[in-house]
């Protein structure tokens, strides 16, 4: 059973910076694609950043493009979103992703319907 556990979130000062982590129970975490998603109450759970399961290769959101930085520690099960510069528009719960294929990805993955696990979600709130 694949468990992705977010934590990192909370309370920031706009301007301020934020380190989100995901931590995944897996066997072999290096075989996972993996992203972040955000989602506000009553929308749809939308893309921020991706990774592919090598680390080499990325792709964001042009709302984070600069300002976010995804990364992933395939030794200790973990990827991240660093998240600098942050605005009132930044807050929402932001949850972590995974993707389990044959083969990683050519690309890193941006859609909700490519990724088969998720976490439970981390409030970021940014106050003004």
């Known amino acids: 059973q694949v468990q992705l556990v977010e934590s990192g979130g909370g309370l920031v000062q706009a301007g301020g910076s934020l380190r989100l982590s995901c931590g995944a129970s897996?066997?072999?975490?290096?075989?996972?694609?993996m992203g972040w998603f955000l989602q506000a109450p009553g929308k749809e759970r939308d893309f921020v950043a991706g990774i592919r399961r090598s680390g080499i290769g990325t792709k964001y959101a042009d709302s984070v493009k600069g300002r976010f930085t995804i990364s992933r520690d395939n030794a200790e099960n973990t990827v991240y979103l660093r998240m600098n510069s942050v605005t009132p528009e930044d807050t929402d719960v932001y949850y972590c992703?995974?993707?389990?294929?044959?083969?990683?990805?050519?690309?890193?993955?941006?859609?909700?319907?490519?990724?088969?696990?998720w976490g439970q979600g981390t409030q970021v709130s940014v106050s003004s």
């Open positions: 897996l066997l072999t975490f290096s075989v996972y694609a």
């Open positions: 992703a995974a993707h389990l294929g044959t083969t990683d990805p050519v690309v890193a993955l941006t859609s909700i319907y490519q990724y088969g696990y």
